[in-house]
């Protein structure tokens, strides 16, 4: 442990956390730049940044509507060794907090108020607010407690002398929302890379942690990926009166998603760690109106975790899935045609129905093949018109593409019912430790060294998993094969590299282990968001700070 660093830590953590809760910073919104300006000056009255004005900053990110930035600080030392102190600076909303929505972001007030109605908590928050083991407020666990245990070290490593390698802090926009911050930071870490010659380490993030009992603690190696198939079903047009004649959309899309909701299949399994099966998380279908016809269309998207399968292979899952979903789904209607015909003492003709699955692409391309240049041009006008859409709010980024294939469907001569499946943003890669073939001995059995340490020091031991399971941005710390990457995104995502974009071959540059080292909290993004003071205070900077010495040797 740097004793140095550490001294007198806890008073620093305090006199950040707080001010920093307060400033109201909620995801997708103006106010994060709010905290943009907070961490921005606290590096600007540092005499270390004093001295070093090119080594901190802020970095725009692209075409952002909101205008929001990264913020940076790097304290160098001896060598090129680079340790990434990561953490996001945007929390969620506070609608949860319904009449306390003026306390959410000052934690002693609030705490007051909590008592007040503390009847009303679960046992075990009652519990923890009567402790005063806790504090609560929005974003205490989630994450500006790891942010302000981040900074505390910041200033504490820039005033070291002779400090062994380099400490580069980011804390990024809209984790919450679309992670546009953590993809642009991607960027950031290039062009750092080779301005001060960096050579990359690993990445700590500090995002809270749960706990199953009271004194474990749990480390990450990783993180889960995500990613989200959409399913558009084009159905035939019939009247409801003769039903047999046409084909509903809504039925063969209730087939598809009876098969892949919480289908195993869809799950990865690694050691003893699983990723969560798939669920939806949106259903809808074309009609704006009430008539007497089937609607031409739905579709819906599905949320699927992985650990360690890409685009293409999930892809490939779900488009058999679809298949399968579709044979047996006209199986069903010709069986039911079969005994309605019966009943009218009528002769039984199959239905004409055939299981059709395309990818967007192959839609796009039948388009093509079909209309060329008039479809390209139309399909440019219709791109510039989806962009509209979703700056105004009209259209979320994941709805608009239902918007893209029901235009190019403008262009598709085959009317037969199909179902077209693709991916829509965000696109989170699965990373972790356990996958990098070559992992530097020193970044190796991290988790044991950090173990022994807290059990010496805290008499608290600490459990690995190998994938942090709550979605975060340590999914772009990593990629190996950004080329098969970028395909399949090309292939299935009709956004990417236009609304949507993630420099993966960038990510390929600054790859490097990852790990997370946060504080007990519990509740996230709910009222009773709570981190556990001796976590904030005492021990997590002092893992954090303890695994820094030994990896910047
Ligand atoms: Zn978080």
Known sequence: MNTEAIKGIDKEIESIFFPLVKVKSDTYTAYEKDAEAFIADFFRRLDYFKEHKDQHGTYAIKEDILGREVCWGLV???????????????????????????????PEELESQLMKMKKDLSPEA??????????????????????AIQLSLMKKYSTMKNLKGNILF???????????????????????????????????????HQRVEKEIGIISQGSVGKMMPFVYVRGSLSHVGKVFEGFNPISLLSWIINKTNLNLELS??????????????????????????????????????????????????????????FSQLIEDMNNKYKVFRERKNKTFEALPWKPKVVTYKELYDEAYNNHGDKFLKHYKRILEEARLKVESGEKSIVDINFYLVENIYNYIDDLAPRVVIGLAPPYYPN????????????????YSKIAEYTMENFQQSYVNEYFFTGISDLSYTFMEKAD??????????????????????KIQNISMPCLNIGPWGKDFHKLTERVLKEDLFNRTPKIIDHVISILLV
């Open 126 to 147: 009652r519990e923890d607010l009567e402790s005063g083991d806790y504090i609560f407020g929005r974003g205490t666990a989630d994450m500006k407690a790891g942010a």
């Open 484 to 505: 098969e990457v970028v395909k399949s995104l090309e292939d299935y995502m009709p956004l990417y590299g236009f609304l949507y974009k993630i420099p993966l071959d």
């Open 268 to 325: 990865d399994f690694i050691l003893d760690e699983a990723s969560p099966p798939p669920t939806w998380l949106c259903v809808r279908d074309s009609k704006t109106h009430y008539d007497v016809s089937m609607p031409l269309s739905a579709y819906g998207y599905m949320s699927v975790h992985t650990l360690n399968k890409e685009p293409a292979a999930i892809l490939d899952i779900i488009r058999s899935m679809c298949y399968e979903a």
């Open 76 to 106: 160098k030392g001896i060598g090129d060794d680079t340790i990434v102190l990561m953490n996001h600076h945007d929390v969620v909303d506070i609608e949860d907090f319904k009449t306390l929505k003026d306390y959410a972001y000052s």
């Open 170 to 208: 980011l804390s990024v926009p809209d984790e919450e929302n679309m992670s546009a911050g953590m993809r642009s930071t991607i960027e950031l870490l290039d062009a750092l890379k080779q301005k001060f010659h960096l050579r990359y380490l690993i990445t700590i993030n500090s995002e809270p």
């Open 431 to 446: 990373v972790s430790n356990i996958n990098i073939k070559n992992l530097e001995d020193r970044c190796k059995n991290l």
